[in-house]
């Protein structure tokens, strides 16, 4: 069996009511996620939240290994090291964010006959979609927490 099916066996939706927002003004609604969609919601939601508990986790060595910077016994060898272990911890992590996230958008996609205009994922799971970017963008929005983004070069280029 496919893992991500598996994945999807295995999620509890009891209680799963994620807040996405009120449909708004200019949205159309096209149609409600299904248990299975919602499923595949919840593992990409997971994914996020993981995301952002590892990103404190990291914030905090980050601010650690800056303090060794100001206790100056840090060497280029050591900053290196230090890089190398931040990227082993959020590469594997940041693969499932974007491929739980695809997979998503491409399954509601194609489970709603690839409707035109961008797709939103509204409060009680209603999918909607709104009028395509006239400028002929197409841009998936996700309502939610995007993971954010840790620019580990600029991070380190900021210490003391
Ligand atoms: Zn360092």
């Known amino acids: 069996m496919l893992k991500i099916l598996k994945a999807m066996s295995e999620v509890n939706l009891d209680g799963f009511n994620p807040q996405m927002g009120e449909v708004s003004e200019g949205e159309t609604v096209i149609g409600e996620l299904n248990d299975d969609l919602k499923r595949m919601l919840f593992l990409m939601s997971s994914a996020n939240d993981e995301q952002e508990e590892l990103n404190v986790e990291l914030l905090n060595d980050i601010k650690h290994h800056e303090q ?36 998503f958008w491409a399954a509601v996609k194609f489970e709603f006959d690839y409707p035109d205009g961008n797709l939103c994922i509204r409060d009680g799971f209603k999918v909607v979609s709104e009028p395509s970017d006239p400028s002929g963008g197409m841009s998936i929005g996700f309502v939610g927490t995007f993971p954010m983004d840790l620019d580990f070069e600029d991070l380190l280029a900021s210490m003391p």
């Open 68 to 103: 060794q910077h100001v206790n100056s016994d840090c060497n280029d060898k050591d900053c290196k090291e230090f890089i190398r272990s931040l990227r082993e911890k959020t590469n594997a992590l940041s693969e499932k964010v974007d491929s739980t996230t695809s997979m």
